[in-house]
Structures are given as structure tokens and as C-alpha cells.
């Protein structure tokens, strides 16, 4: 079994920055790509940005300049630092991984989500 354990969620400012982070736990062989989604009221979830085991980054349009990924593999880690934010951010983040459980076997797993409110 493999579980992700989001942190770093909470209430923040226009214009502040949050850092979330992603550890993804259990029997794992490897992970590919990893990632965060989000979620606001009353919408579909959409993908944020993703990261390559090896490092290629990918982005949507509306966070590129503002929200960094990155990943520590040697801690099964994912990370979103999140700067410049604005209340359209306001959603529950997810994590998202696919991982490898054996060089035949691979899910994709999904944490739990994390709050993030952006409001003055």
C-alpha cells in the first residue's frame, strides 16, 4: 500500500507565498511523474504543474512565474512552492504520483488534499 501525506496548506494573503510538500510512503519501487492538482468550488480539478522523475517541468498557463515544482527522489518527495498568490488560487490542492510498485507493476495514487485560501 502507498500513501501521500500533503502539508503546508492554510490561509494566506494576496500577494504572499505558500510551500506545500508531498511524501509519498510504502511499497514503492520507484515513481515517475508526480504532481499537484486543485480544486475549487464548484469546479472540475485541474492540473497545476507535474514533474519528471528526472526533472521536466510542466505547468498551466495560469500559475507559470508564480508556482515552482520540485521533488527530492531520494525522499519520495514533492514539493509546490507557491508565490505572488492570488484569491483564484483558493482551492484544495492534491497530490498526484504514479507510481511503480514493482518494474510490472504501477497505480496512480492521490493524497488527500490540502486547503489553500488566499483572501485579505
Known amino acids: 500500500q502507498v500513501q501521500l501525506v500533503e502539508s503546508g496548506g492554510g490561509l494566506v494573503q494576496p500577494g504572499g507565498s505558500l510551500r506545500l510538500s508531498c511524501a509519498a510512503s510504502?511499497?514503492?519501487?520507484?515513481?515517475?511523474?508526480m504532481g499537484w492538482y486543485r480544486q475549487a468550488p464548484g469546479k472540475q480539478r485541474e492540473l497545476v504543474a507535474a514533474?519528471?522523475?528526472?526533472?521536466?517541468?510542466n505547468y498551466a498557463d495560469s500559475v507559470k512565474g508564480r508556482f515552482t515544482i520540485s521533488r527530492d527522489n531520494a525522499k519520495n518527495t514533492v514539493y509546490l512552492q507557491m508565490n505572488s498568490l492570488k484569491p483564484e488560487d483558493t482551492a484544495v490542492y492534491y497530490c498526484?504520483?504514479?507510481?511503480?510498485?514493482?518494474?510490472?507493476?504501477?497505480?496512480?495514487?492521490w493524497g488527500q488534499g490540502t486547503q489553500v485560501t488566499v483572501s485579505s
Open positions: 514533474i519528471t522523475f528526472g526533472g521536466s517541468t
Open positions: 498526484n504520483a504514479d507510481v511503480a510498485l514493482s518494474r510490472w507493476v504501477g497505480y496512480d495514487y
Open positions: 510504502g511499497s514503492i519501487f520507484s515513481i515517475n511523474d
